[in-house]
């Protein structure tokens, strides 16, 4: 199996050496400096307290990697304000096939298959936690593993991958619903995504605190009143078990959720920056935010609900990366954000401790 993975960062590269070390054939699309790193150097990835060096194909750009084909697959791991332009280089330069988008977020499949109508989009994540120690060099946690859109006989039907992910010593589960995948993981990335960006505090520490939990609590509440609306149901990722989460959610005060999940949070993300903030560190003018929180307020009203938690963090966020309000205006105030968001013009109140 020929696999063009498009974006080779720490997703992109756990994904690529896992498929490589489970018999696939990769190719890595990797530019600049990284590209010459990973082309001189090669991959080093780190699982299961073992080290593996893969020296993969590598080339700068999908025109590049046409030359290289066909692939039976193409592994979408950028940022998702990349997509459009990575849309554009597959519809120049690659044959009709199947695409997974491992993009973090909602909105992406539907975007790209309006983009590439001969294209099989189908959905997939990933829950296991990995980062850059250095460039080439990604480490991973233990905890996780793959979630793909499978449907036999369709052309999503991603079994394939899905064993060569196991082969290559990663779990990987199949669903049928690409959004029951998606909406899932969404809940998951969802916890501490805006509020970290907007405090700049690490996740651990707005777990910590009982009004940011319950602030978090709030907006979850709300994905979670949009999936239901929806009809989509959460499911069991590999290593996360979100239908219980969503069950405690619905089911607990904020007062005794916050001492049962706040230290597991805190442990979860420790002082990782979630996606929103990393956007935010490196200047960017568009964050992942818009994918999470936004998405939640856009499947909100298209169902005649009111998403008026994820609205104020997303537009608060939106706000700070494009610069209509200083970086500064919220860093280190939790009050602050507190008050603002009560204050969010909505019908609906902000939610249980979400109140300054």
């Not at 990349?82 to 096939?97: N, T, V």
């Not at 992942?288 to 169902?303: D, K």
Request: proline share 7%; net charge neutral; glycine share 12%.
């Amino acid at each position: 199996m020929k696999v063009l993975v498009l974006g080779a960062g720490a997703v992109g590269g756990l994904l690529g050496g896992t498929l490589a070390i489970g018999g696939a054939d990769v190719t890595l699309v990797a530019r600049g400096a990284r590209g010459r790193t990973l082309a001189a150097q090669g991959l080093r990835l780190g699982r299961d307290g073992e080290s593996r060096h893969l020296d993969l194909p590598v080339v700068e750009s999908v025109a590049d990697a046409a030359t290289q084909g066909p692939f039976d697959a193409v592994l979408l791991t950028l940022r998702g304000m990349d997509l459009e332009a990575a849309g554009a280089e597959i519809a120049e330069h690659l044959p009709p096939g199947r695409i997974i988008v491992m993009l973090n977020g909602v909105g992406h499949e539907a975007a790209l298959a309006a983009r590439l109508p001969r294209h099989a989009v189908c959905a997939g994540t990933l829950t296991a936690a990995c980062w850059e120690r250095e460039v080439a060099w990604i480490q991973a946690t233990d905890k996780g593993g793959v979630a793909l859109e499978c449907r036999p006989g369709d052309a999503c039907d991603n079994a394939d991958l899905a064993e060569a992910f196991r082969a290559g010593g990663l779990p990987s589960r199949c669903f049928p619903s690409g959004a029951a995948i998606k909406w899932s993981k969404l809940l998951l990335n969802l916890l501490g995504s805006a509020t970290t960006a907007i405090l700049g505090w690490p996740p651990a520490r707005v777990f910590a605190d009982r009004r940011l939990f319950g602030l978090e609590l709030a907006a979850w509440r709300e994905a979670m009143e949009v999936m239901k609306a929806m009809g989509v149901a959460p499911v069991t990722l590999p290593g996360y078990p979100v239908p219980l989460y969503v069950r405690l959610a619905r089911g607990l005060p904020a007062a005794f959720l916050h001492p049962l999940l706040g230290p597991r949070l805190a442990g979860g993300r420790g002082d990782r920056l979630p996606g929103p903030a990393a956007d935010l560190a490196r200047g960017r003018t568009r964050t992942e935010c818009e994918w999470l929180s936004g998405a939640v307020v856009l499947a909100a009203a298209r169902m005649d609900l009111s998403a008026p938690v994820n609205a104020a963090l997303s537009s608060l966020v939106a706000d700070l990366a494009a610069g209509r309000r200083p970086r500064e205006a919220f860093r280190d105030q939790p009050e602050r954000l507190l008050a603002t968001v009560a204050a969010w013009p909505s019908p609906v109140a902000p939610g249980e401790d979400a109140k300054p």
